[in-house]
């Protein structure tokens, strides 16, 4: 397999993973944006926002590692070393979006929210 079959196939892993996550994520980070935000059309911005660097991060990570594939070498370990950057990267944009969300909650209604 070659070197460019091999980068791209971890890209395409990598952005699968992504989307993954942005599927799963859109909609309780939706409703969180409604709340914070006050309408729907703000939300809908932050959440289109979200989602883009939450797809992008991972995608720009993955590309700056460039696999080496030599006769007898296992290509698994150089996709590995791909999605592990791109993974690192969807964990630091996850990690940050849930930072900065985190600092606008107002910490009074946190604190009064019922539990479920």
């Not at 989307?19 to 959440?47: H, S």
């Not at 990570?61 to 698994?76: D, Q």
Request: charged share 10%; hydrophobic share 60%; proline share 5%.
């Amino acid at each position: 397999m070659s070197v460019t079959a091999v980068f791209t196939l971890g890209l395409l892993i990598t952005a699968g993973i992504a989307l993954l996550v942005v599927i799963y994520l859109k909609r309780p980070l939706q409703k969180v944006l409604i709340d914070l935000c006050g309408n729907v059309e703000r939300a809908a911005f932050w959440t289109a926002f979200s989602m883009v660097a939450l797809t992008l991060s991972p995608l720009i990570l993955a590309m700056t590692y460039t696999p080496e594939v030599r006769a007898g070498s296992p290509l698994v370990l150089e996709l590995a070393a791909q999605l592990k950057w791109g993974l690192v990267g969807l964990l630091v944009a996850v990690v940050i979006l849930g930072w900065v969300l985190s600092r606008f909650i107002p910490r009074s209604q946190a604190a009064h929210s019922p539990q479920r």
